[in-house]
C-alpha cells in the first residue's frame, strides 16, 4: 500500500467516473486513471464529489475504488467513504480497503446539518476507532450543511488513524486556523482549485482538485513552482477561469465535457439528477481548456 505523510507534496485527483449506459466503463475509467498519473498528479481520490459517489450503486463504488487502485501502482489513492450512519461509513471504508484503497475519506453525515461541535466529534470519533484504515477528514460545508469546527479537528487529530484533512470550504482563515489546531504531521490538502496556490504558500501540503481530471500537466507544474510567480500565474490565468465555469456548470458534467474535448474519455455521460451540458456549454468549456494549456 502507497502511503501519504507529512512529508508529502503533491496534487490528488477527485476522478471522475466514466460511464456506459448508466454503468462504469471500467476501460475508460484505467486509461484516465493513467492520463491523470501520466501528467504528473500524485496520487487518486475515487468516489468523491466530482466522481458522483451519491448516484453509484455499493457494487459501483468497488468496482471504481478496485478499477482505481489497480491502475494507480504505486501511487496513493484515497476513497471516498460518505454516508450518514456510523454503521454505513464503517462498511464504505472496508468495502473501500477491500478494493485496495491506501485510506479513506470522510464526512459529516449530510442529512442532519444543526449538529453541534460534541455531536460532530463523537461521530468522527467512533468511526476513528473502530477502523485501523488511515482516515482524512473531509470538510465541504456547502454539500453537507455545517463545516467541521477547527478545534474539532484539532481533537481528532490525536487519534492515529486520523491523518489529514481536505477542505473545501473555500475559507483561508478556517484553513490557517486548523493548520494552527492541529499537530504537526497532520496533512492538509486544499480543495478549492482556485486557492491552491495561496495554501500552498501557508504550508498547505498540496490539494485534491476536479480539473486535475482535465489538465494535470498544469498542476504538476504549478506545485512546482507554487512559490515562483508562474505558480501565481497558472494559478491565476490558467486554472481560475475553468475552474469558474466548471463552478457554473457543475463539476461532474463540466469535467466529463472537458475530457471529452481532449479526447480522454468517449463520452460525457452523467447519472441523474446530474445532466450533461449541452452543445454550446461543451464549446465553452473546450475553449477554456485550450487557454489553460496555452497559458
Partial sequence: ???????????????????????????????????????????LFPCGTTGEFASLTPEQRQQVIGTVAEAAGDAPVIAGAAGTSVPEILDRIEEAEAAGADAAAIVGPYFHTANSAEGTRQFFEAIAEETALPLYLYNIPMY?????????????????????????????SYFLTVDRKTPEGFVLFQGFDSLLVPALRMGSNGGVHALAN???????????????????????????????????????????????????????????PLVALDEEAREEIGEAVDRALSV
Fill in 214 to 272: 482535465v489538465i494535470p500537466e498544469v498542476f504538476a507544474e504549478l506545485i512546482e513552482s507554487a512559490d515562483e510567480e508562474r505558480g501565481a500565474e497558472l494559478q491565476r490565468e490558467a486554472i481560475a477561469p475553468l475552474f469558474d465555469l466548471c463552478a457554473e456548470y457543475g463539476f461532474a458534467p463540466a469535467t466529463k465535457a472537458a475530457l471529452l474535448h481532449r479526447d480522454v474519455i468517449p463520452n460525457d455521460e452523467v447519472k441523474p
Fill in 1 to 43: 500500500m502507497s502511503s501519504i505523510d507529512s512529508s508529502f507534496t503533491g496534487a490528488l485527483c477527485p476522478i471522475v467516473t466514466p460511464l456506459d449506459d448508466g454503468e462504469v466503463d471500467e476501460e475508460s475509467l484505467a486509461s484516465l486513471a493513467e492520463f491523470i498519473l501520466d501528467g504528473g498528479v500524485d496520487g
Fill in 144 to 172: 453537507v450543511g455545517n463545516e467541521i469546527p477547527a478545534e474539532t479537528v484539532g481533537a481528532l487529530a490525536e487519534h492515529d488513524s486520523v491523518r489529514g484533512i481536505k477542505d473545501t470550504s473555500g475559507d483561508l
